[in-house]
């Protein structure tokens, strides 16, 4: 349900663009956003954070995935293509009791026998 609606919007946003009101707009949340963000001391908040706002504001996730990046926790991937019988692994691979930060994955696409495995892997 969540994705039929977030369908929805996002072909609303496609039939009506933004237009430059709305993009001033957008590039002012962002900089609130990072502005926000630069009051998280902690590695843990942060990433609690990242947790909570998922993806209901995608300009603070813009930013934080951004701020977890530059701070060592995580990785961002976007835009990509795995081809022909290619095995990818985009993650993780965490040791006894160690804890793997968020990842963010965007705009992939996979074709022939290729198999991509997104998440993390505890031994």
Excluded: C, Y
């Amino acid at each position: 349900m969540i994705s039929e609606v977030r369908s929805f919007v996002d072909n609303l946003i496609e039939l009506f663009p933004p237009g430059p009101k709305q993009e001033l707009l957008r590039q002012r949340e962002k900089e609130l956003g990072g502005v926000e963000i630069e009051e998280v001391k902690e590695s843990e908040e942060l990433v609690l954070l990242r947790r909570v706002v998922g993806w209901t504001d995608q300009a603070l996730q813009g930013t934080l995935d951004g701020t977890s990046v530059s701070r060592g926790l995580g990785h961002v991937v976007e835009n990509f293509e795995v081809g022909g019988s290619a095995r990818v692994h985009i993650g993780d691979r965490n040791g006894p009791g160690q804890e793997s930060e968020g990842h963010t994955v965007k705009g992939f696409s996979v074709s022939g026998t290729s198999a991509v495995h997104i998440g993390n892997v505890d031994s």
